[in-house]
């Protein structure tokens, strides 16, 4: 485990690495590989979210649980899928509220890098996966981890938008210091809960608003068509 292009969140990190969560959840993956099981993502994307999102750079964060869990779909940010897979049910309610609250039309794939690249950290909460085995790699010490990473964006970083979907991101970002940043909640974009109050949360304007009167550039959160990905 190395953050290879992360040196922001490489220096914020240090050390955590070698401790004993870590080195456990080392040897888990290590033995699941060993036993031939296919893991989600790709070790070379399981710091995806890190490395394409510097820690200075980090503007809105959205929590996710952890990575699909189907071939070919995680590369490492919540939410995101690659560009030819079909696009999830909940991304597809995500890109119902952005049409709704920017008038924003849905583009025809899944892939958010863009938002990345803009300093929209895409965090889920546990980092890897079991194929076909949902929160498989639950309790198995990547949330101490993200945890981390959490606490660092709120101790080193100011006036961040925090997009807390679902009661299991809201419990995640319990500790977040709301004088310091923006917290944004509602249920949870999934078919099964969006009903309940993600439709009309108008969280991408609400965060560009807050980004715009604390002077920080706001998110282009419209997507370019998937012709137009390099």
Not at 12 to 34: C, H, I, N, T, V
Not at 71 to 89: E, N, R, T, Y
Not at 158 to 180: C, H, M, P, T
């Amino acid at each position: 485990m190395v953050l290879e292009n992360a040196l922001s969140w490489r220096d914020a990190l240090a050390g955590e690495f070698d401790k004993p969560y870590m080195r456990e959840l080392q040897q888990f993956l290590a033995s699941e590989k060993a036993q031939g099981k296919q893991i989600y993502p790709d070790d070379c994307h399981w710091f995806s979210a890190l490395e394409i999102t510097p820690l200075e750079d980090v503007k809105v964060v959205i929590l996710g649980q952890d990575p699909y869990h189907q071939p070919g779909q995680a590369h490492g940010l919540c939410f995101s899928v690659m560009p030819d897979i079909k696009v999830p049910p909940s991304l597809v309610n995500i890109y119902k509220e952005l049409y709704s609250d920017l008038n924003i039309e849905p583009v025809d794939h899944g892939f958010l890098e863009s938002w990345a690249k803009q300093g929209v950290l895409l965090l889920n909460s546990v980092l890897t996966v079991e194929q076909g085995a949902a929160g498989a790699h639950q309790g198995k010490g990547w949330e101490l981890f993200t945890d981390k990473i959490i606490r660092t964006v709120n101790e080193r970083c100011e006036n961040v938008v925090f997009l807390l979907w679902g009661g299991y991101a809201q419990k995640k970002g319990k500790s977040i210091d709301r004088e310091r940043h923006c917290v944004l909640e509602a249920p949870h974009p999934s078919p099964l809960s969006s009903y309940r109050g993600f439709f009309g949360c108008q969280h991408f304007s609400k965060a560009n608003h807050y980004l715009e009167i604390n002077q920080r550039q706001p998110i282009r959160w419209t997507l370019p068509m998937r012709t137009q990905l390099a």
